[in-house]
C-alpha cells in the first residue's frame, strides 16, 4: 500500500522559514517523480514544485528563489524548504507522487498518490 506521510507544518511568523518532510513506501522513492502542491483558503490547489527521481527539479515561477525541494532515497523522504514566508503562503501543504514516467508543474494534472497535508500557518 502506499503511502505518504507529511510532517513539519505549523505557526510561523512573516519572513521566518519552514521544512517540511515527506516519508514515503520504498516503492514510491525508487519509481516516482514526487512534487509539493499547497491549496490556500478560497484558493485552487497549486503545485509549487517537482523532483524527479534523479533529483531534477523545478518550481512554479511564484516560487522560485524561496523554496528548494530535495530528497534522500534511502531514507524515503523528500524535503521542501521554504524561506521569506508571507501570509499569502498559509495554507495545506501536500506531498503527492506525481508519476513514474514524468513530473510536471501544471495545476490541472493530478498525481497518482497524495499525502493527507500538513498546515502551515503564517502569522503578519
Known amino acids: 500500500q502506499v503511502q505518504l506521510v507529511e510532517s513539519g507544518g505549523g505557526s510561523v511568523q512573516s519572513g521566518g522559514s519552514l521544512r517540511l518532510s515527506c516519508v514515503g513506501s520504498?516503492?514510491?522513492?525508487?519509481?516516482?517523480?514526487m512534487g509539493w502542491s499547497r491549496q490556500a483558503p478560497g484558493k485552487e490547489r497549486e503545485w509549487i514544485g517537482y523532483?524527479?527521481?534523479?533529483?531534477?527539479?523545478d518550481y512554479a515561477n511564484s516560487m522560485k528563489g524561496r523554496v528548494r525541494i530535495s530528497r534522500d532515497n534511502s531514507k524515503r523522504v523528500m524535503y521542501l524548504e521554504m524561506s521569506d514566508l508571507a501570509p499569502d503562503d498559509t495554507a495545506i501543504y501536500y506531498c503527492?507522487?506525481?508519476?513514474?514516467?514524468?513530473?510536471?508543474?501544471?495545476?490541472?494534472?493530478?498525481?497518482?498518490?497524495w499525502g493527507q497535508g500538513t498546515q502551515v500557518t503564517v502569522s503578519s
Open positions: 523532483i524527479s527521481r534523479f533529483g531534477d527539479t
Open positions: 503527492a507522487a506525481q508519476s513514474r514516467w514524468t513530473c510536471f508543474l501544471d495545476s490541472t494534472r493530478l498525481p497518482d498518490y
Open positions: 520504498d516503492k514510491i522513492f525508487t519509481d516516482y517523480c
